[in-house]
């Protein structure tokens, strides 16, 4: 599988955020999937020994639109119009989970992309489903600052 690149400062992937997850992802295009292997501290709990479920939220935003980049380039990052998820158990903290994405439909100006967080034993504990549309042109002028950290780190 091909790892995808990491940015500075983001929060999931962002490898100088001192609070941020520095979550790798990497693509495996004959599945035509991108997944992340990790463990959520208890950092980020909502109640004891439960991922919060809005870092589930970022964690499934990231891994479903990144899937729009797989055997492509930056300049199909795209940005999301609409996140839907569904919780399905909890997802536990210092556990090791793995987050899968896909893309569902894509065409013109935006995609249509999926996305999961599996227990080691394959069980889904969310799922989402997303809107992606094109970056706004505002967007793309302070991409240009971030550009030189947007790489894949060793």
């Given at each position: 599988?091909?790892?995808?690149?990491?940015?500075?400062?983001?929060?999931?992937?962002?490898?100088?955020?001192?609070?941020?997850?520095?979550?790798?992802?990497?693509?495996?295009?004959?599945?035509?999937?991108?997944?992340?292997?990790?463990?959520?501290?208890?950092?980020?709990?909502?109640?004891?020994?439960?991922?919060?479920?809005?870092?589930?939220?970022?964690?499934?935003?990231?891994?479903?639109?990144?899937?729009?980049?797989?055997?492509?380039?930056?300049?199909?990052?795209?940005?999301?119009?609409?996140?839907?998820?569904?919780?399905?158990r909890p997802t536990p903290t210092g556990t090791p989970l793995t987050?899968?994405?896909?893309?569902?439909?894509?065409?013109?100006?935006?995609?249509?992309?999926?996305?999961?967080?599996?227990?080691?034993?394959?069980?889904?504990?969310?799922?989402?489903?997303?809107?992606?549309?094109?970056?706004?042109?505002?967007?793309?002028?302070?991409?240009e600052e971030e550009r030189p950290y947007w790489k894949v780190y060793?």
């Open positions: 599988m091909n790892k995808q690149p990491n940015s500075r400062m983001c929060f999931v992937c962002g490898r100088q955020n001192p609070v941020g997850l520095k979550m790798d992802f990497y693509e495996d295009p004959e599945a035509g999937q991108v997944r992340a292997e990790f463990v959520v501290p208890e950092d980020y709990q909502g109640y004891p020994g439960v991922v919060h479920g809005g870092i589930v939220a970022a964690i499934l935003d990231e891994v479903a639109g990144r899937a729009v980049l797989i055997g492509g380039s930056e300049e199909n990052l795209m940005v999301t119009l609409r996140l839907t998820i569904r919780y399905r987050a899968v994405g896909w893309v569902r439909q894509a065409g013109g100006v935006g995609a249509r992309v999926s996305g999961e967080i599996r227990l080691p034993d394959g069980a889904v504990t969310a799922e989402c489903e997303s809107i992606l549309g094109a970056v706004p042109e505002s967007f793309r002028d302070r991409w060793g």
